[in-house]
């Protein structure tokens, strides 16, 4: 309890002590959420395991710790992360880096973009585009009580921005790498805006990586739009090292008709927990989310997602999966809501995990609150071990056991893998994948990065 | 002159008692096989068909507490489970395993490929593969889109039998042990079925076909015919001891049996 009041205390300070030069580099309107957004930090705090939605998840470790802050970019940093540009060659896409949370001012190569199209720094795009984002900005959190939304709404200043007009689907993915590097212990929060109005389309891939071996937690917002039959892909991978806690809040907001498919894949990091939520509202909107992580040594991998029907006649369908190792631990909470009016609804989730040793464990949780009557809802959950008959099913055709169990995970894993529309994206996942099971993955493929091992 | 004779012969298994969870299934089994010859092995339920076809294979549930199983000069016991395939022992599952997120290009390319490779060849690349798997699929004719599903999922259950016949195929074994592969199957299904086992038959290999009934050797002509009844090999005889089981049924052997017992 001191502890707690003590982290609570600390964050509270650093937000006193720096709102000043937080506000002076950041727009007037992200800085007109700040005040309320401490005011809920105050009442809640960092989120304890006392806390339903947190009850498998112990953050005092990587909260309860010094670390440097990092609220105003400097341009030097930025010339370190250009040596560090992603080079993918056979994968087509407008690619941009966030640097420890900051949108890097020579993303240039994205600049020109056709039809009222905008990619860029939420920072500037909250000065320049006041009207198109004050909309929108802060609006889809649906009255959200998370201590650490609260405290990524009072501090944050930079992150993503797109904007994907009317009628248009951006004619190839756009790929957001973010680095975290510093040669501090280092916390950062940034925040993402996406809108995809009406009819419009885009994919987007982001990829989290950590590149000095120094302690990092992140703490990131991304919020959502997605307008009445627009369609809205996403596709996170996650690979950062053991010291690294990342904490995300996806809030996805659907209008009638609309269509997103999210992908989560975790390959490594410390200690990971993402909040996926999915607000259907509009008639016929569809929204897919599927999971998948692989964990190992002390790793600890928590996927919150939770599903709002508001209206009638729409589906939502939930997958994850999860491979732990070692003494790895992990979570699902997944929360199916379905409001009195929405009639009709299809709402299926199921989360299946696999321990490869007795160490290892899981927490599952399936959460369904139903209030009309007329739905078809499932869901189901297990945790268990790779299947002796399957294994020895394939030693007696001449597969040597590590092979045959490298086929069995990759087998259970590619049940996630393959809902990726991107084909040459579904097959990078594949050799990531495969690579992270055999325990040689040291660089992500997708981005070229060479991430330091811990 | 002796040993000479003894290496000729494919399977030697003897006095060969087995346990499953501390209860003693196989009570002092021996058979011998030669290449070239079709063995059947034949029981009512329970008698321990199965356990002996998991042995050969290699299965760990099943604890061996006495006897030797000789595969062509060599201590089969000793043998991992793939090392058994890759010397080319194959069993045919009565009930084969779906395997979701397994393509069965991937698992019979991989299967193959261990194989040529314990054999010092070249890996199949894989147009070659599927060249290879398309004459062969002909052979068992199982149809195309099962191939490039995951393995056995959402098969039925003759589609999962001719699979089966189907793997054996690619792998061309020296020894097939097919364990109840009939049960279940309607009669083109097992016609399908037998006729696979026929066409891959050569001189120089060995099939032990376990069943309860019949039928199936009226397809697949055995050379030799065992019934196995509680744990031991109570009688063994050519082709026509089939033919009077499915007569007279199983009862007769029991009876049999149990006369003979010693009080």
Not at chain 1, 281 to 299: H, I, P, V
Not at chain 2, 25 to 46: Q, W
Not at chain 2, 129 to 138: A, G, P, R
Not at chain 2, 212 to 227: A, G, S, T
């Given at each position: 309890m001191n502890d707690l009041h003590k982290n609570n205390d600390h964050y509270l300070n650093l937000y006193n002590i720096n709102i000043k030069r937080i506000s002076e580099n950041s727009a007037p309107l992200i800085n007109s959420f700040r005040k309320d957004a401490i005011a809920g930090f105050m009442k809640t705090g960092i989120p304890t395991r006392r806390n339903e939605a947190y009850?498998?998840?112990?953050l005092d470790p990587w909260f309860n710790h010094e670390y440097k802050s990092y609220f105003i970019p400097d341009e030097s940093d930025f010339a370190k992360a250009e040596e560090f540009s992603?080079?993918?060659?056979?994968?087509d896409v407008y690619n941009l880096i966030l640097y420890n949370g900051f949108y890097l001012t020579?993303?240039?190569?994205?600049?020109?973009?056709?039809?009222?199209i905008q990619i860029s720094s939420l920072k500037e795009a909250a000065k320049e585009s006041e009207d198109l984002i004050v909309k929108h900005?802060?609006?889809?959190?649906?009255?959200?009580?998370?201590g650490l939304v609260h405290l990524n709404t009072a501090m944050a200043t930079d992150g993503v921005f797109i904007y994907i007009p009317e009628g248009i689907t951006l004619d190839k993915p756009v790929q957001v790498v973010n680095l975290v590097q510093a040669d501090e212990d280092m916390l950062s929060q940034h925040r993402n805006l996406i809108i995809v109005e009406k009819n419009a389309g885009i994919t987007l891939i982001v990829c989290d990586h950590t590149l000095s071996p120094k302690k990092f937690l992140t703490n990131a917002v991304t919020e959502v739009y997605v307008g009445e039959n627009a369609h809205f892909d996403i596709m996170r991978v996650q690979n950062e090292h053991n010291d690294a806690c990342k904490i995300t809040h996806t809030f996805i907001h659907q209008e009638k008709n609309s269509r997103v498919t999210s992908n989560n894949i975790t390959l490594h990091g410390g200690l990971v927990r993402n909040n996926i939520y999915h607000y259907?509202?509009?008639?016929?909107a569809d929204s897919n989310s599927y999971g998948l992580f692989l964990a190992d040594k002390w790793q600890h991998v928590d996927n919150y997602v939770s599903v709002d029907h508001?209206?009638?006649?729409c589906s939502s369908n939930q997958l994850f999966k999860g491979v732990l190792d070692e003494m790895a631990t992990g979570a699902f909470n997944g929360k199916i809501y379905v409001h009195k009016?929405?009639?009709?609804t299809m709402a299926y989730q199921r989360n299946n995990n696999i321990l490869l040793t007795d160490d290892a464990k899981m927490d599952t949780r399936p959460q369904l609150e139903i209030y009309a009557d007329d739905v078809k809802c499932s869901h189901g959950a297990t945790v268990g071990r790779l299947d002796d008959d399957a294994l020895f099913y394939m030693q007696s055709r001449g597969i040597n056991k590590r092979d045959a169990l490298l086929m069995l995970m990759f087998g259970f894993a590619h049940e996630v893998i393959?809902?990726?529309?991107v084909k040459a994206l579904e097959e990078r996942m594949d050799t990531l994948v495969m690579q992270r099971l055999k325990g040689?993955?040291?660089?992500c493929a997708l981005c070229k990065v060479r991430c330091p091992k811990i | 002159m002796k040993d000479n004779r003894n290496n000729t012969i494919m399977l030697i298994i003897k006095d060969l008692k087995a346990a499953v969870g501390g209860k003693t299934i196989l009570k002092g089994i021996s058979i011998e096989v030669k290449p070239g010859e079709i063995h059947a092995i034949m029981g009512p339920n329970g008698s321990g068909k199965s356990t002996l076809a998991a042995v050969i294979a290699g299965?760990?549930?099943?604890?061996?507490?006495e006897g030797t199983v000789t595969y062509e000069g060599r201590n089969?016991?000793?043998?991992a489970p793939e090392d058994r395939a890759k010397e080319g022992i194959f069993l045919g599952f009565q009930y084969p395993i779906e395997i979701p997120g397994v393509s069965m290009v991937n698992f019979m390319k991989t299967a193959v490929n261990e194989q040529r490779k314990h054999k010092g060849l070249e890996p199949l690349s894989a147009s070659e593969f599927l060249k290879l798997m398309s004459e062969k699929k002909e052979l068992v004719e199982i149809n195309s889109a099962l191939a490039n599903r995951?393995?056995?999922?959402?098969?039925?259950g003759g589609e999962k039998k001719k699979n089966e016949i189907f793997q054996m195929s690619l792998l061309e074994p020296k020894l097939a042990i097919l364990d109840?592969?009939?049960?279940?199957?309607d009669i083109d299904a097992l016609r399908i079925v037998a006729n696979g086992v026929n066409m891959l038959k050569r001189a120089d290999n060995a099939t032990i076909v376990i069943t309860?009934?019949?039928?199936?050797l009226d397809y697949i002509i055995p050379d030799v015919v065992h019934v196995l009844y509680d744990g031991r090999i109570v009688k063994t005889a050519g082709k026509e001891l089939a033919i009077e089981l499915e007569a007279k049924g199983y009862d007769w052997i029991k009876q049999s049996v149990e006369k003979n017992k010693p009080s």
């Amino acid at each position: 309890m001191n502890d707690l009041h003590k982290n609570n205390d600390h964050y509270l300070n650093l937000y006193n002590i720096n709102i000043k030069r937080i506000s002076e580099n950041s727009a007037p309107l992200i800085n007109s959420f700040r005040k309320d957004a401490i005011a809920g930090f105050m009442k809640t705090g960092i989120p304890t395991r006392r806390n339903e939605a947190y009850k498998y998840t112990n953050l005092d470790p990587w909260f309860n710790h010094e670390y440097k802050s990092y609220f105003i970019p400097d341009e030097s940093d930025f010339a370190k992360a250009e040596e560090f540009s992603c080079d993918v060659t056979d994968l087509d896409v407008y690619n941009l880096i966030l640097y420890n949370g900051f949108y890097l001012t020579n993303n240039g190569n994205i600049s020109e973009l056709p039809g009222g199209i905008q990619i860029s720094s939420l920072k500037e795009a909250a000065k320049e585009s006041e009207d198109l984002i004050v909309k929108h900005y802060g609006q889809y959190l649906n009255g959200n009580n998370d201590g650490l939304v609260h405290l990524n709404t009072a501090m944050a200043t930079d992150g993503v921005f797109i904007y994907i007009p009317e009628g248009i689907t951006l004619d190839k993915p756009v790929q957001v790498v973010n680095l975290v590097q510093a040669d501090e212990d280092m916390l950062s929060q940034h925040r993402n805006l996406i809108i995809v109005e009406k009819n419009a389309g885009i994919t987007l891939i982001v990829c989290d990586h950590t590149l000095s071996p120094k302690k990092f937690l992140t703490n990131a917002v991304t919020e959502v739009y997605v307008g009445e039959n627009a369609h809205f892909d996403i596709m996170r991978v996650q690979n950062e090292h053991n010291d690294a806690c990342k904490i995300t809040h996806t809030f996805i907001h659907q209008e009638k008709n609309s269509r997103v498919t999210s992908n989560n894949i975790t390959l490594h990091g410390g200690l990971v927990r993402n909040n996926i939520y999915h607000y259907l509202n509009g008639e016929g909107a569809d929204s897919n989310s599927y999971g998948l992580f692989l964990a190992d040594k002390w790793q600890h991998v928590d996927n919150y997602v939770s599903v709002d029907h508001v209206f009638p006649n729409c589906s939502s369908n939930q997958l994850f999966k999860g491979v732990l190792d070692e003494m790895a631990t992990g979570a699902f909470n997944g929360k199916i809501y379905v409001h009195k009016d929405a009639q009709k609804t299809m709402a299926y989730q199921r989360n299946n995990n696999i321990l490869l040793t007795d160490d290892a464990k899981m927490d599952t949780r399936p959460q369904l609150e139903i209030y009309a009557d007329d739905v078809k809802c499932s869901h189901g959950a297990t945790v268990g071990r790779l299947d002796d008959d399957a294994l020895f099913y394939m030693q007696s055709r001449g597969i040597n056991k590590r092979d045959a169990l490298l086929m069995l995970m990759f087998g259970f894993a590619h049940e996630v893998i393959r809902n990726i529309k991107v084909k040459a994206l579904e097959e990078r996942m594949d050799t990531l994948v495969m690579q992270r099971l055999k325990g040689e993955l040291t660089q992500c493929a997708l981005c070229k990065v060479r991430c330091p091992k811990i | 002159m002796k040993d000479n004779r003894n290496n000729t012969i494919m399977l030697i298994i003897k006095d060969l008692k087995a346990a499953v969870g501390g209860k003693t299934i196989l009570k002092g089994i021996s058979i011998e096989v030669k290449p070239g010859e079709i063995h059947a092995i034949m029981g009512p339920n329970g008698s321990g068909k199965s356990t002996l076809a998991a042995v050969i294979a290699g299965r760990e549930f099943v604890e061996v507490t006495e006897g030797t199983v000789t595969y062509e000069g060599r201590n089969l016991l000793d043998m991992a489970p793939e090392d058994r395939a890759k010397e080319g022992i194959f069993l045919g599952f009565q009930y084969p395993i779906e395997i979701p997120g397994v393509s069965m290009v991937n698992f019979m390319k991989t299967a193959v490929n261990e194989q040529r490779k314990h054999k010092g060849l070249e890996p199949l690349s894989a147009s070659e593969f599927l060249k290879l798997m398309s004459e062969k699929k002909e052979l068992v004719e199982i149809n195309s889109a099962l191939a490039n599903r995951s393995v056995n999922e959402g098969f039925s259950g003759g589609e999962k039998k001719k699979n089966e016949i189907f793997q054996m195929s690619l792998l061309e074994p020296k020894l097939a042990i097919l364990d109840e592969t009939d049960s279940g199957l309607d009669i083109d299904a097992l016609r399908i079925v037998a006729n696979g086992v026929n066409m891959l038959k050569r001189a120089d290999n060995a099939t032990i076909v376990i069943t309860h009934y019949q039928r199936l050797l009226d397809y697949i002509i055995p050379d030799v015919v065992h019934v196995l009844y509680d744990g031991r090999i109570v009688k063994t005889a050519g082709k026509e001891l089939a033919i009077e089981l499915e007569a007279k049924g199983y009862d007769w052997i029991k009876q049999s049996v149990e006369k003979n017992k010693p009080s």
